[in-house]
């Protein structure tokens, strides 16, 4: 059984290069998915346990089933490929990870692993991102940080978008915040380790000067303080985790009315045609991206069941919906909102089950901190929130399904899992 496990891992980390890369070397490519299949077959052949038992596993085997779909439907295999072994790599990260994960030793590990992986995604893309020019203050900043990392496959030639890297830290800053108030009572090294990480992902967030990573992370940490206390056993504390969400979303429909939703939008994504708009706020503005929006709209109604291709929404958009207020050179790399874009891939069906993975892993994790302590109910807190924050900045942005920094959504989703088992670490915790 140890061995199997083992193999497992050796499968995924031999074979995640290739995965990540898969147009450099092709025939290596197939041969690492060839390993991957022979491992899993392996352990069902011997194990008879094809996948691990999971409370995902209905909604991921719809979510699966939808894969070759969209690989089908596409009409240019070159941008399907990367984000088709994109998502073979995330699910057998999930896998690896649901097979390996048992117990309390082994979910502490766990969440060890899945922020070192954060700290990789972050240190990875601080030093290769191609930084924004939006607020002055921090340009001084971002014009010292050296680009080391250069010339990868696939990577565009102005470096990394901060966007996307602006994303995946909206994941991982919740969960820091909720391992550093965890580790306040745990000892010295546990405390300045979780709030280094803390700030390292919240620093760079900021640094990415993107609006909707800032949205992202800040509804995150919101949402971490009020799911903390709605699971509190204090009913003064479930209280105050009710007024607080509250007070905030009052605060921000009570501003969008003042100012009005057209102002609002502009002051965070710019006005259509505005003089300098590339340089200060970004290449797309609030119009830009509703007319994206509409564009993927109108592809989702003409390829409701297939998708229109996984991937190819970047060249379908110009070919099939042309724009208006965007030029038709502009890599449109996605339909800026992760709704949108998973129905765009992967069809109604695909879209379907990816809000029921979202909402069994929502669940899981209420569960696991209403009932649980210590590190467990911290972590459960902190995903939770970082699922929030993810999909509030999907809202007006994407990471696109099989992108590489989307390896540590697979990873979180099979943390969740692990989490649901029977508590065993103790009274502690959030709240």
Known sequence: MRRLTWFEWVAVAVAGPFLLFPSVRPVLTAAA????????????????????????NGALLLFALMIPVGIWASAMPEETLPKATG?????AVFRAVGLTVRGRRTVGLATAAFCLLGVAITAAGALSVNWSAKVAALGVVTERVPRLIEGLPSMPAGGVNPNQLAGTLALYVPLAAALAWWARRRGLW????????????????????????WMGGAAGLMALAAMAALTSRSRWTRAVGIGLPTVALAG??????????????????????????????????????????SRALYAIQDFAFTGCGLGTFREVVHILYPLFLI????????????????????????????????????????K???????LRRAAALGLAAGMVGFHVYGLADAVALGAKPGVAFWFALALIASLEEKDTDGPGGLG
């Open 33 to 56: 998915l060839v390993l991957l299949a022979s491992v899993w077959l392996a352990r069902w052949a011997l194990r008879g346990e094809p996948w691990p038992l999971t409370p995902f």
């Open 87 to 91: 998502l073979i790599l995330g699910l």
């Open 190 to 213: 546990e405390t300045v380790a979780t709030v280094a990480f803390l700030a390292l992902v919240g620093g760079v967030l900021v640094l990415t000067q993107s609006r909707s990573g």
């Open 252 to 293: 921000v429909v009570g501003t969008v009315a003042v100012v009005g939703p057209q102002a609002a939008g502009e002051a965070l994504y710019g006005r259509a045609g505005a003089e300098g708009v590339e340089s200060v706020v970004g290449s797309i503005s609030l119009a830009g991206r509703v007319e994206i929006w």
């Open 327 to 366: 030029s038709p050179g502009t890599d449109i790399a996605h339909a800026h909102n992760m709704f949108l874009q998973t129905a765009v891939d992967l069809g109604l069906p695909g879209l379907v089950a990816y809000v029921a993975l979202l909402l069994v892993g929502l669940a899981g994790c209420w």
């Open 368 to 374: 696991v901190a209403a009932e649980g302590g210590g």
